[in-house]
């Protein structure tokens, strides 16, 4: 006759083979720490983020110190405005803390702000395109509607089905342009970083 196993013992022989690995989980933890202090930096752009690391202790700083590093890099991202610009080039002091040689990092800050800034433009500038492209078809359906309804009715064009996903087409290209870049930016402040 087989044996019945309580859910519990179904639960022991599936978690055998997982044993918590305190220093794994010790190293997770410290990371999140160094995430933490960056959100500490973005609450008070005064801190010191060099002498906070020393606060900690030096068998856990390097882990705190990388965690804060990903943290960094995961904000350093294409902006959807020039209030995210500024949040992106408020990283450069927190970067600055971080790496043990900085000299090169304000050159790769100049060059990926110069880009971003050229990115939020070639937005702005491939939105009023399309719009000024879909003025004369959005007239006409206004002139069409005022005919049908004896109303004036005042249509945008982002509620186009044909200008969205032209407008959403066109806006994922040049994305993917700028991702390249910012992703090539990461690489570079990645090879500042040392361990």
């Given at each position: 006759?087989?044996?019945?196993?309580?859910?519990?013992?179904?639960?022991?022989?599936?978690?055998?083979?997982?044993?918590?690995?305190?220093?794994?989980?010790?190293?997770?933890?410290?990371?999140?720490?160094?995430?933490?202090?960056?959100?500490?930096?973005?609450?008070?752009?005064?801190?010191?983020?060099?002498?906070?690391?020393?606060?900690?202790?030096?068998?856990?700083?390097?882990?705190?110190?990388?965690?804060?590093?990903?943290?960094?890099?995961?904000?350093?991202?294409?902006?959807?405005?020039?209030?995210?610009?500024?949040?992106?080039?408020?990283?450069?002091?927190?970067?600055?803390?971080?790496?043990?040689?900085?000299?090169?990092?304000?050159?790769?800050?100049?060059?990926?702000?110069?880009?971003?800034?050229?990115?939020?433009?070639?937005?702005?500038?491939?939105?009023?395109?399309?719009?000024?492209?879909?003025?004369?078809?959005?007239?006409?359906?206004?002139?069409?509607?005022?005919?049908?309804?004896?109303?004036?009715?005042?249509?945008?064009?982002?509620?186009?089905?044909?200008?969205?996903?032209?407008?959403?087409?066109?806006?994922?290209?040049?994305?993917?342009?700028?991702?390249?870049?910012?992703?090539?930016?990461?690489?570079?402040?990645?090879?500042?970083?040392?361990a």
């Amino acid at each position: 006759m087989a044996e019945i196993k309580s859910a519990l013992e179904l639960a022991l022989e599936r978690t055998a083979d997982v044993k918590s690995d305190k220093a794994s989980l010790t190293a997770h933890d410290n990371k999140q720490k160094g995430r933490k202090l960056l959100s500490e930096y973005f609450d008070d752009p005064t801190i010191n983020l060099k002498k906070r690391l020393k606060d900690f202790d030096r068998e856990h700083r390097p882990q705190i110190r990388r965690g804060l590093f990903d943290a960094l890099l995961g904000n350093l991202t294409l902006p959807s405005d020039e209030n995210h610009l500024t949040r992106i080039q408020a990283l450069q002091p927190a970067f600055e803390a971080v790496l043990d040689d900085s000299r090169h990092l304000p050159a790769v800050f100049d060059q990926i702000t110069s880009i971003l800034q050229q990115y939020i433009r070639d937005r702005k500038q491939l939105v009023d395109q399309l719009r000024q492209q879909f003025e004369g078809k959005i007239r006409q359906r206004e002139q069409e509607l005022a005919r049908q309804t004896g109303q004036q009715i005042r249509l945008d064009p982002a509620q186009d089905p044909e200008f969205s996903k032209t407008l959403q087409h066109h806006m994922t290209q040049l994305t993917t342009q700028y991702q390249q870049v910012v992703d090539q930016a990461r690489e570079q402040i990645e090879g500042l970083y040392k361990a």
